[in-house]
């Protein structure tokens, strides 16, 4: 006879005639690739070519103002000159560009915050040096001179070219900041819009999904085999005279029933509705069964609360009576739920004939544990799983490991 330690889950459809997987993550997914968003660069090396064309754009513009004033200064200098006089300088900013916008990514997101501030000031310390250097070369070598500490001092550093040169130099670090970060915010804004996207097609995905599984719950376990087979074992209490025990196990179907139908449109529910539901329906396939049928159910009160995705546990213990039952033997069901390491795992072992480890290996699309692990991975994502595993003392034990 059965005994209920404190209370039972419910499922989706059934299936155990499927082959399920030992410790299976529901969807191997591919790694993110986190590195595209910290980078300006990313894996697309083309996006060279848009930032050097936009830094070269700068530097077109500039070296055309200082065409026009030198020609306002009646200085016979060519746009070619002018424009070498500043490329050289530029071209250093869009070797630098990439590593300044990882920093400032990595800085604003936080983690580490005070280790990509340094690297964030080294960087900027690099390009400031490093276009200044550019520009000290290539003017030394349009010229034919040879570089000396003297005339970079009175060029670089010295009124009144050196402060108007690192005024210009330091306004330029400071634009590449505000566009870098203005970049940054456009892609996390993207990336948010994308993840709210994928959240609303997944609760899309598991609304149509559900739909169309509450049709095969609804087969599976008040499917009119069920039905039959429950109304004959009624006749037959009948007929032996057991009057009360059939006006109870009528009673019980009939709750099942009213249960599926009033439930038929919810996406999830707490344990313990699954375990009011599952309680009608274990009862009934005690009586179908009788003495060749026996389960122990232990659930903790505080999992009762939780939200689960509707009807999730009832295909397991389906499972487990299709293929489990080897008459006229006493098929035991163990069903138990526990908190393990910030998880809530559901069990349900039974001692039947039990499967191979080979099927236990696959679970094919379009059966009751496969419908299962996807409605599973819909609701929790990739942190939840489903384990199917032969039992050394023969039967079979299939569980469920999601968040708590």
Same mark, same amino acid.
């Given at each position: 006879?059965?005994?209920?330690? =404190? ?45 050097? +064309?936009?830094?070269?754009? *700068? ?5 055309? +103002? ?34 300044? #916008? ?16 340094? !690297? ?15 520009? /000290?070369?290539? #003017? ?13 001092? =009175? ?61 095969? *719950? ?44 009033? !439930?038929?449109?919810?996406?999830? %529910? ?18 179908? /069964? ?34 489990? %039952? ?15 390491? +910030? =998880? ?11 499967? =191979? ?36 003392? +023969? ?10």
């Amino acid at each position: 006879m059965s005994r209920v330690d =404190s209370s039972i889950a419910g499922g989706v459809d059934a299936g155990h005639g499927v082959a399920p997987v030992i410790d299976r993550p529901l969807e191997a997914r591919a790694p993110e690739k986190g590195t595209d968003v910290e980078r300006l660069i990313g894996d697309y090396p083309s996006r060279w070519l848009a930032l050097a +064309g936009i830094w070269l754009a *700068v530097a077109f513009s500039i070296g055309f +103002g200082l065409f026009v004033n030198f020609q306002a200064q009646g200085r016979e200098v060519s746009f070619g000159s002018s424009l070498m006089a500043v490329i050289p300088h530029y071209f250093f900013w869009v070797l630098v560009s990439p590593p300044i #916008y990882r920093a400032l990514h990595r800085t604003i997101s936080g983690a580490n915050r005070f280790l990509w501030i340094a !690297n964030l000031i080294a960087w900027s310390v690099i390009a400031l040096a490093g276009s200044t250097t550019m520009s /000290f070369l290539s #003017y030394f070598l349009r010229r034919g001179l040879m570089p000396d500490l003297e005339r970079f001092v =009175s060029i670089y550093v010295l009124p009144p070219a050196g402060p108007a040169f690192w005024a210009m130099n330091f306004s330029i670090l400071l634009l590449a900041l505000t566009a870098f970060a203005g970049v940054r915010w456009r892609r996390l804004r993207d990336q948010a819009l994308w993840n709210s996207a994928r959240t609303e097609l997944r609760g899309a995905k598991l609304e149509a999904q559900l739909a169309l599984t509450r049709l095969q *719950v609804l087969q599976a376990q008040i499917h009119p085999h069920f039905v039959l087979n429950s109304l004959n074992a009624i006749a037959g209490l009948v007929q032996i005279g057991e009057r009360d025990r059939a006006f109870d196990a009528i009673s019980r179907l009939g709750e099942l029933l009213q249960l599926a139908l009033r !439930n038929g449109t919810d996406t999830s %529910m707490t344990f313990g509705d699954e375990i009011d539901f599952l309680q009608r329906y274990l009862k009934l396939c005690e009586l179908r /069964f009788d003495a060749q049928f026996n389960y122990c159910v232990s659930v903790p009160d505080a999992l009762r609360t939780r939200r689960m995705p509707a009807l999730i546990v009832q295909p397991l213990i389906e499972n487990a009576l299709r293929h489990g %039952m080897q008459p006229p033997r006493t098929l035991t069901v163990n069903l138990r739920a526990y908190e393990c390491a +910030g =998880s809530i795992v559901i069990e349900v072992e039974d001692d039947g004939r039990g499967i =191979s480890p080979e099927s236990a290996e696959v679970l094919r699309a379009g059966h009751g544990l496969a419908n299962v692990a996807e409605r599973l991975r819909l609701f929790f994502g990739d942190a939840a799983c489903l384990r199917l595993e032969p039992l050394e003392s +023969g039967g079979t034990r299939a569980s469920i490991t999601c968040a708590a």
